[in-house]
């Protein structure tokens, strides 16, 4: 019989084998995960549409208790409870639990939702299916494109939030996002602008940043393909597939081959 102290390390050390393991139990738990995580993004982004009706309450406090088990197993997996908390999803999935067990107070905080798009590409069954569906050389560009995805819809939650909150639920999210990203473009058509002080910071800060990541995505898209690959000579990072030396230093180079 398995002692007091054996069974929380066995149920850790379970835990991290489904959370970041690579056989076919880990795989199917990581895909179950990724599956309601995209559930619940769903549900965020349609948040303004649901809000008036009786189920979102219902619907609001299940996710609630889905996101608090999660964290506490997350949590469980890790060794380090310091490294736990230095993750900056976990503040995220903090923030976003509030947001949800007190909607009524904390909903100027709700656009930190969409966040949780980032925990989906940061489980590695995402790495693994973009191998799976030939897009590895992609890597970077979805990543790129992911982090711009999730700008738009957090400014433009940020955005809904402090400046249409009042207004009707549908026409008031899409002017949120119109408003978004015609000024991430830089396009300004003009005809819906922010009003006030806090109005023209909000632009200027979306304006600078929306180009910023415009400007990684283009980059990523038409640079050459390179491989994440230290040298253990310099520690340079990147490198071209079929490297053979390091370009930083000359160190002969032995870059994993897929065969592919």
């Known amino acids: 019989m398995a002692s007091e102290t054996e069974y929380p390390k066995s149920l850790r050390l379970r835990l991290a084998r489904l959370y970041y393991g690579r056989d076919t139990a880990a795989i199917r738990f990581q895909f179950a995960l990724m599956v309601i995580d995209l559930a619940i993004i769903g549900f ?18 299940a996710i609630a208790a889905w996101i608090a088990v999660e964290l506490v197993a997350q949590w469980s997996a890790h060794y380090s409870t310091r490294r ?45 299916m973009l191998n799976r569906l030939g897009l590895k050389e992609q890597t970077d560009v979805v990543t790129a494109f992911i982090n711009l995805f999730v700008f738009l819809f957090l400014v433009t939650g940020f955005v809904y939030t402090f400046f249409f909150y009042r207004e009707d639920p549908g026409t008031g999210f899409i002017d949120a996002l119109y408003f978004t990203v015609a000024t991430v473009t830089t396009t300004g058509f003009g005809d819906i602008t922010l009003p006030g002080t806090f109005g023209k910071l909000t632009s200027i800060v979306t304006m600078i940043v929306g180009i910023s990541l415009f400007v990684r995505l283009a980059q990523a898209i038409v640079r050459p393909h390179k ?12 490198h071209d597939a079929d490297a053979v030396h390091c370009k930083a230093c000359g160190h002969i180079l032995n870059i994993p081959d897929d065969g592919l």
Do not use: H
């Not at 947001?99 to 939702?113: G, H």
């Open 84 to 128: 736990f908390l230095a993750r900056p999803m976990t503040w995220v999935d903090i923030f976003v639990l509030g947001t949800l067990l007190f909607p009524q107070w904390l909903f100027n905080f709700a656009f930190l939702r969409v966040a949780r798009i980032w925990a989906v590409a940061q489980r590695p069954v995402f790495k693994l």
């Open 227 to 238: 491989v994440s690959f230290p040298c253990p000579e310099c520690g340079l990072q990147r």
């Open 44 to 61: 965020f982004l349609a948040g303004p549409y649901l809000r008036d009706r009786p189920s979102y309450l219902i619907l609001d406090y």
